[in-house]
């Protein structure tokens, strides 16, 4: 079967550094992606891993290892505006996205 | 237009009823989706289509009907609302279905079924 799996909420301090994990399993893999969305807003895009290692770009940068079905989100210098959930997902073999009930992330002054 | 967009923004429907959510895009994008996000769930994929003239069942498909008739549309129906359809309804775009294509999300529609 295939599952994924994030924490429901997590909280940081303005500033500082936060890993959002995810974990998956399926048989067939196309990529992880995750997304940002605002309380009431749509999701955008972040990133996307296809390859194991680490993807930078700006304040965030995403990790993947597909030998251990994980990923991780890690976002710097941590902004009040960077409060929201950030969903994973990956691409299974039919090229459809498999989302993750998203990580609530809180960002206290 | 820019991206995507939906309507209505929000609907209460009572139960039974028939509903066409609508959804277009000015991106030229061939991939598009409907998908449903309920409070504690992932988003879940209601139907697809890979290019116009196309669609396919995605992992909630029951309930809801799609049709594909040109590249910018794609309206979900409801034939007749029940409450365990009240969600969010997402419609999203890409380019392409595999791959390196991200999805763009229009800003949803609320739908309360009563």
């Given at each position: 079967g295939q599952n994924i799996d994030q924490p429901t909420e997590m909280t940081a301090t303005e500033g500082a550094i936060v890993q959002i994990n995810c974990t998956y399993q399926t048989s067939g893999f196309n990529g992880l992606f995750w997304y940002q969305q605002h309380a009431g807003e749509a999701p955008t895009f972040l990133s996307y891993n296809v390859l194991d290692g680490l993807e930078e770009k700006g304040r965030f940068s995403s990790f993947l290892s597909r030998s251990k079905g994980y990923s991780y989100l890690l976002l710097k210098?941590?902004?009040?505006?960077?409060?929201a959930s950030y969903l994973c997902a990956f691409m299974d073999s039919n090229y459809q996205l498999i989302w993750g009930a998203g990580t609530k992330l809180i960002i206290k002054p | 237009i820019a991206g995507i967009t939906q309507a209505p923004t929000s609907q209460i429907l009572a139960a039974g009823r028939r509903m066409t959510l609508r959804c277009t895009q000015?991106?030229?994008?061939n991939a598009m989706y409907w998908y449903r996000q309920d409070l504690g769930l992932g988003l879940r994929l209601i139907h697809y289509s890979n290019t116009a003239g196309t669609t396919g069942k995605g992992e909630v498909p029951d309930g809801y009907s799609v049709s594909r008739a040109n590249t910018d549309d794609f309206p979900l129906t409801l034939a007749s609302a029940v409450p365990s359809q009240t969600s969010v309804y997402f419609c999203a775009s890409s380019a392409?279905?595999?791959?390196?294509n991200e999805q763009f999300f229009g800003p949803g529609t609320r739908l309360t079924v009563l």
């Open positions: 210098e941590l902004q009040m505006k960077d409060s | 000015d991106m030229r994008h392409g279905s595999g791959g390196h």
